[in-house]
C-alpha cells in the first residue's frame, strides 16, 4: 500500500480462477522454477516507483545478484497472481493485505515464525494491528513494510481568513460541517470541504460512526453507514462540498488551494509538501458518540514457498525490517514504521515548507487505526464505493445501497475468497 500505498486505491484483485489454482498449485507442491529470472538471481517483485531500501541493500551486498520487478500499482496483482499460478513467483513479494492472507492460507508463502529471532523480529514491537491479520493466517508468513493511515487535512491560510478556528484532534462531523459552511465562497469557487477522493475515507468514516466495516471476513455495516451517507450528502446537498467524481474526472481541490479541508491518506502528506500555501493536519472527525477509528494500509515483504534462494531472501527481508531499511522506506514513502519503537526516530516525517507540523497526529492515528475494508477483496469495496457517491448524487436510494448493494458486494466477496 506503499502507498504510496497509493497503488492500493486502484488494486485489481486475481480472478476465481486464479484462487483455485493456488490451491491447486499448493497441494501439488512443486517444486519447479520459482523466480522471474536466471538460476543466480534473487528476484523481488514490488509495485510503482523504485525502492531505495532495495537499492540499499543491493550495494551493501554485491555477492547477491537480485532483479526487481516492478509493475503499475493497477496491475500488480493480476500480474503477481498470473507469476504465481504459472510457477515463476519471485522469491520475495511485496504483497497486500487480503492477498497475504489468501496466499498464506493456500501455501504460497514460506512460513516464518521460527526465524524471527534469525531475521532480528521482536514481535511484540509491531503495530497493535498486525496481531490481528497474524491471528487470521495462523503465524507469520511475512512482515508489513510499513503504515497508512487516514487523517484530515487543512489549509491554514483559508482558516485565517475566514477568521475560524483550526481543528483538533476532537473535532465532530457536526464541527466539521459547521466549519465547511463558514469556509465555503462560491463567488471565488471555494469550498469547505473537499468530496472524499479515496474509497478508505469512507470505510473509516463508517468505521467511526460504529459499524464494524468488516466481520467474520465480509462487509458488516448497520446505522454508521446510513449516518455517514447522510453527512456526506448533506456537504454536497448545501454545496460546502463539490459532487464526488471519478476516474478522469477526479481533481485535488485541496491541493488546488480550492478546498479549505480534505481527507486521506497519511502518504498525502508527502504529495502536499510542495503546496504554497500554509496547512496541517488532524486526525479524522468523529460523530457525535462515536469513536476514533481509521483504516490501516500496509503491505507484507513476503518469501515464496517455492524460492530457491531462501538464505538470500531472508537475508533481504531482514534487511528490509532492520531500522536502517526502515528508516530508507520511511524517509521515501512518508509512512509510519513497522515498528512502534522506531515511531519516536520520526524517520517517516517528511516535511515541506508550509507544513505540517502537528505531527503527533500520525502517531495517532496509527494507534487508532485497524485492518479493515482491506482485508476483503478490493473490486467489490470500490465498486460499492460508487455506489456511495451514487446515493450523494440522488441516483440511488439509501435502502438500495445499505440493502442490495452491499449483499451484492458481499456475495461477491465471498466468491473471490
Known amino acids: 500500500m506503499n502507498v504510496h500505498f497509493s497503488g492500493t486505491a486502484k488494486r485489481i484483485v486475481a480472478s476465481i480462477a486464479a484462487v483455485a489454482a493456488l490451491g491447486s498449485m499448493a497441494a501439488c507442491g512443486s517444486n519447479g522454477a520459482s523466480n522471474g529470472g ?5 528476484t523481488v517483485s514490488y509495485w510503482d516507483d523504485e525502492q531505495d531500501s532495495i537499492k540499499e541493500f543491493v550495494k551493501q551486498n554485491p555477492d547477491i545478484k537480485v532483479k526487481e520487478i516492478r509493475v503499475p500499482g493497477d496491475d500488480y496483482n493480476t500480474k503477481l497472481n498470473q507469476m504465481i499460478v504459472g510457477n515463476t513467483a519471485p522469491d520475495v513479494m511485496l504483497v497486500q493485505e487480503a492477498d497475504y492472507v489468501r496466499f498464506a492460507q493456500n501455501g504460497v508463502l514460506e512460513k516464518l515464525d521460527d526465524q524471527l529471532s534469525d531475521l532480528g523480529i521482536d514481535k511484540d514491537d509491531f503495530q497493535p494491528a498486525v496481531k490481528g491479520i497474524t491471528n487470521q493466517v495462523d503465524g507469520y508468513y511475512g512482515f508489513p513494510q510499513g503504515f497508512a493511515t487516514e487523517i484530515m487535512y487543512y489549509n491554514k491560510d483559508l482558516f485565517d481568513a475566514a477568521g475560524v478556528e483550526y481543528p483538533t484532534n476532537d473535532w465532530t462531523w457536526d464541527d466539521y460541517t459547521a466549519a465547511a459552511e463558514k469556509l465555503t465562497d462560491a463567488s471565488t469557487g471555494q469550498y469547505g470541504s473537499d468530496s472524499p477522493t479515496f474509497n478508505g475515507v469512507w470505510y473509516s468514516l463508517i468505521g467511526a460512526a460504529g459499524d464494524d466495516v468488516v466481520k467474520d471476513g465480509k462487509l458488516s455495516f448497520g446505522n454508521g453507514l446510513k449516518e455517514t451517507l447522510e453527512f456526506q450528502k448533506n456537504l454536497v446537498d448545501n454545496k460546502w462540498q463539490p459532487e464526488p467524481a471519478s476516474g478522469s474526472k477526479v481533481s485535488d481541490m485541496f491541493a488546488a488551494g480550492k478546498a479549505a479541508m480534505t481527507m486521506g491518506g497519511t502518504w ?12 496541517d493536519i488532524a486526525t479524522i472527525p468523529t460523530p457525535e458518540g462515536g469513536r476514533k477509528y481509521n483504516s490501516l494500509h500496509t503491505s507484507f515483504w513476503t518469501i515464496s514457498k517455492n524460492s530457491k534462494h531462501k538464505d538470500a531472501a531472508k537475508k533481504l527481508v531482514k534487511f528490509l525490517m532492520s531500522k536502517e531499511g ?6 521515501q514513502l512518508g509512512n509510519a514504521p513497522a515498528f512502534q519503537s522506531m515511531m519516536s526516530d520520526g524517520y517517516y516525517r517528511v516535511e515541506g515548507k508550509h507544513g505540517p507540523s502537528n505531527w503527533d497526529v500520525l502517531t495517532q492515528s496509527t494507534e487508532e487505526a485497524r485492518l479493515g475494508y482491506t482485508m476483503v477483496s478490493s473490486t467489490p469495496t470500490f465498486d460499492l464505493y460508487d455506489q456511495f457517491n451514487a446515493y450523494v448524487l440522488g441516483q440511488t436510494s439509501l435502502d438500495e445501497v445499505t440493502g442490495a448493494q452491499v449483499d451484492k458486494a458481499n ?3 465471498t466468491d473471490a475468497q
Do not use: C, G, P, R
Open 326 to 331: 526502515q528508516k530508507a522506506m520511511s524517509q
Open 38 to 42: 536466471s538460476d543466480d538471481e534473487l
Open 411 to 413: 456475495k461477491e466477496i
Open 268 to 279: 498525502l502528506v508527502s504529495t502536499y509538501k510542495d503546496a504554497d500555501f500554509n496547512w
